[in-house]
């Protein structure tokens, strides 16, 4: 069975400073890939970055990074010079074969000024 | 334009009543999706479609029944609803093919009294 597994509820973080997010995963598909959502107050899913299981090289887009190692089943996000803007429920998600999808229990980011 | 939409955002219904929720996607894509969100904030695929056929249903109550007059519409049809089916319902769609990423439509807010 696959899960996905989300520790922090809940997390703290000065603006300007970087902050990491922690995703664990457990499967024996060789195959799948891995996102990280954003959902802030207002509630809407945003998608903020992929890695595929056979990728080498760590997804990064803009602020974001996956930090993505493999041997460890873990797909952390670090998000670089935080912004109050960043203050959401980021989720961590898995998808397998045959278009399933399992999202993590998410964790709350509050960045103080 | 808006590339998920859903349809009402807030549906507030007594228990017993038969509602819909309606989902379009202008994207293109294949595979159609849709989420439970509970008050925990935990998301669940209940239903996924792929090219008006449904590819992964959930362990889902039989009052919930999703269709798809064509691949850019995903409706879901609610019976009897129950306390218990309060939470928030999300549409989400996705390129066919393996790990793609989904976009979320806006949610719809479903209270029952």
């Known amino acids: 069975a696959q899960k996905i597994t989300q520790t922090q509820p809940g997390m703290f973080v000065q603006e300007k400073e970087a902050v990491t997010l922690d995703c664990t995963y457990d499967?024996?598909?060789?195959?799948?890939?891995l996102f990280w959502y954003k959902q802030p107050s207002s509630g809407e899913m945003i998608f903020l970055i992929y890695?595929?299981?056979?990728?080498?090289q760590n997804a990064t887009e803009g602020r974001y990074s996956l930090n993505f190692q493999k041997a460890r089943k873990s797909a952390n996000l670090v998000i670089s010079a935080s912004q109050l803007g960043d203050s959401a429920m980021y989720f961590c998600?898995?998808?397998?074969?045959?278009?399933?999808?399992?999202f993590g229990t998410g964790t709350s980011l509050t960045v103080i000024p | 334009d808006t590339a998920v939409s859903q349809t009402p955002k807030y549906l507030v219904t007594q228990m017993g009543n038969d509602k819909s929720i309606k989902c379009e996607q202008n994207?293109?894509?294949?595979?159609m999706y849709w989420y439970k969100q509970d008050s925990k904030k935990f998301l669940k695929i209940m239903f996924s479609?792929?090219?008006?056929?449904?590819?992964i249903n959930e362990t889902v109550p039989n009052r919930f029944s999703p269709k798809s007059p064509d691949k850019a519409h995903l409706n879901l049809h609610i019976n009897s609803l129950e306390l218990g089916d309060s939470a928030v319902y999300f549409c989400?769609?996705?390129?066919?093919?393996?790990?793609?990423?989904?976009?979320f439509g806006p949610g719809t807010r479903l209270t029952v009294l």
């Open positions: 890695q595929g299981s056979y990728d080498e």
């Open positions: 998600a898995m998808s397998f074969t045959g278009n399933q999808f399992y």
């Open positions: 994207l293109g894509h294949d595979t």
């Open positions: 499967t024996s598909d060789q195959s799948y890939g």
């Open positions: 989400a769609s996705s390129r066919n093919g393996r790990h793609n990423e989904q976009f």
């Open positions: 479609y792929n090219n008006k056929e449904l590819i």
